[in-house]
C-alpha cells in the first residue's frame, strides 16, 4: 500500500522563552548562604553589589559553573578528559538554565605570539582571502610572477601563430642528474624521435651526445589552428613535464613558457595559508622565528659605568661566581697590547675596545663575546641561561622589520598590501580594505575550470561574511583603533575583555547564556 494522503504533517512548536526565568533556588557556594535567584530569558541582568558579597561566587562559580557541569557530563568519558574542569557548585535546584559563554577578565593566552588578530581569528580567514587571491609579486624587478600553463600556450599561439607551422618542444638543460647517453635512451623510451639542435631538426639517434643538453626535443610540429587545442594541450604538458616546468614554442619567432615561480633568480611559493603563519617554519622570518624580535647584547648593562676598568670589576656580566676568572685572563692579556688594568673602559681606543670584546686567542683570552658564546653553550643549565638572559634585550627584527614573516610570504599581495601591510591597518581601515577587493574574486577564477572555480568563489564569500561580521563588532565595542599586528602583552583589561566579547558574540549562537565580568 502507498502513503496515505490523510496523515497531517507534525506541527512545529516553537517554545518561547522570553517569559521564562532562570531559577536558582539554595545556593551555598564559597560566602552564599542558600540564596534564590531568578533572571529572565532573553534579557539583560546587573549583579551588583560590594566587594565580598558573592557576585562571582553566583554568576560564574554556580550559575555558569552549573551550566558548564552539565554540557561536559554529556560527552564521553574520552572527550572530557581534554576539557578543564570546574568544582561542582553547592546548589540545590536550578530551572531552565540554557548554555553558557563566560568572559573573564583574565590574561589567559597573552603571549609573545598572540596578537589582536590572532585572539579574534581574523589572521586565519585573511589568510584565505590571500591563498584564493594574492598575487605573486617578485621582490627585485616588481612584476608579477606566475605559473604559465597549457591554457597560456594556447591563447598565445591563437593570437600570435595562427595559420604559422610551430614546433612545441622541451628544453634539455635541466637533466643534470643524468648523462647524455643515459638521457637519450630515457627520452626514446618515451617515445621521443627528434630534436632541435642549433636550429636544426636531427633524429635523436643522429644527435651529437654533446650538444644534447643544449638542444630541444621537439614534442610535436603542427598548424596553429583553433581546431588543434586537444593537441597543442596535449604536447605543451608533455613539454613542460621534460622540461622540468619549462617548455619553448618555435615558429617564426621563438618564445618560452614557464610554470615554475621563478624571477630574478628567486624561487617563490604558491600561496597557501601556512605561508602566510608566522608559528609555521613555512612562514616564518628565519631570523627571528617569528617574534618580530630579536635577542642582542645589551652593552650598556654589560659596562654599566665606562668610567670603570678590570680593576674595578666594571664588567658586569664577571661579577658572578667563577666567572670573575675572566678578570684575570683579561688583564694578563692586555699586559701584550699595553692596556693596564686601571684605565677606565671609556678612554679605550678602538682597537682597545674590540680586544676586550673579541679576545686574543694567542694569549687564551675569550674576550665578552666569546663569555657570552660559553654561557650560550651550556644553556641547558637553567642558572647559565637566566645569566645570559640578563645582559640581553629586545630589538626590532632587522629581517623583517617586525612583520614576522619572510620574503617569500611579504611577496604576496593582495588589493597592493602584502599580509604584514594588511595586518599592521586599524579595524576602521581593514574594513574599507575588504570593501575594495571584493571584485577580485571574480578576476581570480578566470582560469580555472568550473568546479575549482565553484569552490573558491564558496571559501572566499564564506570568508568575506565570516570577516565583515566579526569586523562589525570589534568595531561596535569601540576598538576600532586597534591594529591585527598588535600584541595581546599591550593590552590593557578592558580591551582584552571586549576582544573576547566580541568573538563570542560574533558566534552568532541562539539562547545562550553569556557571563560578562563587568563589562563596562
Not at 604576496?412 to 574599507?432: H, P
Amino acid at each position: 500500500m502507498g502513503p496515505s494522503n490523510d496523515i497531517e504533517p507534525p506541527k512545529i512548536v516553537r517554545i518561547v522563552l522570553a517569559d521564562q526565568q532562570i531559577e536558582l533556588a539554595g545556593v551555598a557556594t564559597h560566602n552564599l548562604k542558600q540564596v534564590a535567584a531568578r533572571f529572565p530569558l532573553g534579557k539583560l541582568s546587573v549583579v551588583t553589589g560590594v566587594s565580598g558579597s558573592g557576585k562571582t561566587s553566583l554568576v560564574f562559580d554556580s550559575l555558569y559553573g552549573e551550566s558548564y557541569r552539565r554540557y561536559v557530563e554529556s560527552l564521553s568519558s574520552f572527550a572530557r578528559q581534554y576539557l578543564k574542569s570546574l568544582p561542582k557548585p553547592e546548589i540545590e535546584q536550578v530551572k531552565n538554565l540554557p548554555p553558557a559563554i563566560a568572559v573573564r577578565q583574565s590574561r589567559s593566552g597573552a603571549t609573545n605570539r598572540s596578537t589582536v588578530g590572532t585572539m579574534t581569528e581574523l589572521n586565519d580567514i585573511l589568510r584565505i582571502l590571500f591563498r584564493h587571491l594574492s598575487r605573486v609579486i617578485c621582490q627585485k624587478c616588481g612584476n608579477e610572477v606566475r605559473r604559465e600553463t597549457s591554457q597560456d600556450v594556447y591563447r598565445y599561439l591563437l593570437a600570435e601563430a595562427t595559420g604559422q607551422k610551430v614546433m612545441i618542444c622541451a628544453p634539455l638543460d635541466q637533466w643534470d642528474s643524468l648523462k647524455p647517453a643515459e638521457l637519450r635512451d630515457y627520452l626514446e623510451a618515451q617515445g621521443c624521435s627528434r630534436c632541435l639542435t642549433q636550429g636544426e631538426v636531427v633524429r635523436l639517434e643522429e644527435a651529437k651526445l654533446s650538444k644534447l643538453k643544449a638542444s630541444f626535443v621537439i614534442m610535436d610540429r603542427l598548424t596553429v589552428a583553433a581546431s588543434q587545442k586537444a593537441r597543442i594541450f596535449e604536447a605543451s604538458q608533455l613539454a613542460f613535464k621534460l622540461g622540468r616546468g619549462r617548455m619553448v614554442v618555435v615558429g617564426d619567432e621563438e618564445r618560452e613558457f614557464d610554470a615554475n615561480l621563478e624571477c630574478c633568480g628567486i624561487t617563490y611559493r604558491d600561496p597557501t595559508e601556512t605561508l602566510f603563519s608566522y608559528n609555521h617554519p613555512l612562514g616564518a622570518c628565519e631570523s627571528c622565528q617569528g617574534f618580530g624580535y630579536t635577542s642582542e647584547l645589551n652593552w650598556g648593562k654589560i659596562i654599566p659605568d665606562p668610567e670603570k676598568s678590570l680593576a674595578d670589576e666594571g664588567v658586569a656580566a664577571w661579577n658572578f661566581g667563577q666567572f670573575r676568572e675572566f678578570y684575570r685572563w683579561a688583564v694578563e692579556s692586555g699586559k701584550d697590547l699595553g692596556v693596564t688594568a686601571t684605565k677606565p673602559f671609556g678612554k679605550y681606543t678602538k682597537a682597545q675596545m674590540a680586544w676586550l670584546m673579541d679576545g686574543d686567542e694567542e694569549n687564551d683570552y675569550p674576550g665578552i663575546l666569546g663569555f657570552f658564546n660559553y654561557l650560550h653553550s651550556k644553556r641547558y643549565k637553567t642558572h647559565y641561561r637566566i645569566h645570559s638572559a640578563r645582559f640581553h634585550h629586545y630589538v626590532l627584527c632587522t629581517t623583517c622589520d617586525g612583520s614576522r614573516l619572510n620574503e617569500i610570504a611579504l611577496a604576496c599581495e593582495l588589493g597592493e598590501k602584502n599580509f604584514a601591510e594588511v595586518c599592521g591597518q586599524n579595524i576602521t581601515s581593514l574594513t574599507q580594505w575588504t570593501a575594495s577587493i571584493r571584485d577580485l574574486a571574480d578576476q581570480a577564477v578566470q582560469d580555472l575550470d568550473r568546479q575549482a572555480a565553484t569552490e573558491r568563489l564558496d571559501a572566499v564569500r564564506e570568508a568575506f561574511a565570516e570577516i565583515d561580521a566579526r569586523l562589525q563588532y570589534l568595531a561596535q565595542m569601540g576598538l576600532g583603533y586597534l591594529t591585527l599586528q598588535r600584541s595581546s602583552r599591550t593590552l590593557s583589561g578592558g580591551e582584552l575583555q571586549r576582544i573576547h566579547m566580541a568573538r563570542c558574540l560574533g558566534s552568532a549562537l541562539t539562547d545562550t547564556l553569556y557571563c560578562l565580568d563587568e563589562p563596562t
